[in-house]
């Protein structure tokens, strides 16, 4: 197995719904990429930043879900670009009037301050098998919708810092709502597909080799190996 370099990777969860958000960097004071920016992040965010001097360069969204994308638009400013499946471009354009209304309404009540959406202002329309080069870093864009229309993973060929000495890994897929350890995403919202979703874990989730390391939208992480050998949902696929 060959050894990378490893890379800058933080990752903290979300002030609802234990949403991972993602800060990837190749080393301290360089460039970085945010994947997922969620619900009430940008106070940790920005502590993030400020302790290992980064600069975001991208923001990476694996699929249009309020609690994945909520602070994207402060997160971006005016000139960062958020990255999204084409296929999930609409969600961006009225988020509130297209979540369900109850759960608008509890996350009001939770943070007692009506909930507000604009728009990004640069938004970059991503497809499978594109491959983003950001922050010095290599991306390539798995489309496996199910979960929503354009839910996506985003592989790179690199190791979060201290994780290659604990477990057998050489490469990394941020698995959003597609695939959690133990578990995938649910199929039963507007926009999820059960048997896309069974095709997404046959032909893009099941070829992923045992070493790659699994950083999913919420919970904590895992292995291929482990989830091949383990995750219920995958059983009875095929290879």
């Known amino acids: 197995m060959v050894r990378l370099p490893p890379v800058l990777t933080v990752a903290f969860p979300a002030t609802a719904f234990d949403t991972n958000c993602y800060v990837l960097a190749p080393a301290p004071g360089e460039e970085c990429v945010v994947v997922d920016p969620g619900i009430g992040i940008e106070e940790t965010l920005r502590a993030v930043l400020t302790e290992h001097r980064l600069r975001p360069a991208a923001v990476l ?19 960062t670009a958020a990255y999204i499946h084409a296929n999930d471009r609409y969600r961006l354009v009225d988020l509130l009037g297209q979540s369900n209304p109850g759960l608008v309404a509890m996350l009001e009540q939770q943070f007692g301050t009506r909930a507000t ?39 790179v060929d690199a190791v979060p810092d201290g994780i290659a000495d604990q477990v057998d890994v050489d490469r990394t897929v941020l698995s959003g709502d597609v695939l959690f350890a133990g578990s995938i995403g649910r ?53």
């Not at 699929?63 to 005016?78: E, Q």
């Not at 991503?126 to 798995?142: E, K, M, P, S």
């Not at 896309?196 to 904590?220: C, F, K, N, Q």
């Open 117 to 155: 959406w604009t728009e990004p202002s640069n938004v970059v329309e991503i497809g499978d098998r594109t491959h983003l080069d950001l922050a010095g870093l290599g991306f390539d864009v798995l489309h496996a919708p199910g979960h929503t229309e354009g839910s996506v993973m985003f592989a």
């Open 187 to 239: 199929t039963d919202l507007p926009g999820g597909d059960a048997a896309a979703m069974h095709r997404s874990l046959r032909d893009v989730v099941l070829p992923l080799p045992d070493t790659t390391l699994v950083l999913p939208g919420h919970y904590g992480a895992s292995t291929m190996e482990r989830e091949r050998a383990t995750n219920p949902h995958l059983q009875g696929l095929g290879a």
């Open 61 to 79: 969204l694996t699929h249009g879900h309020l609690d994945h994308v909520y602070s994207v638009t402060p997160v971006c400013g005016a000139d």
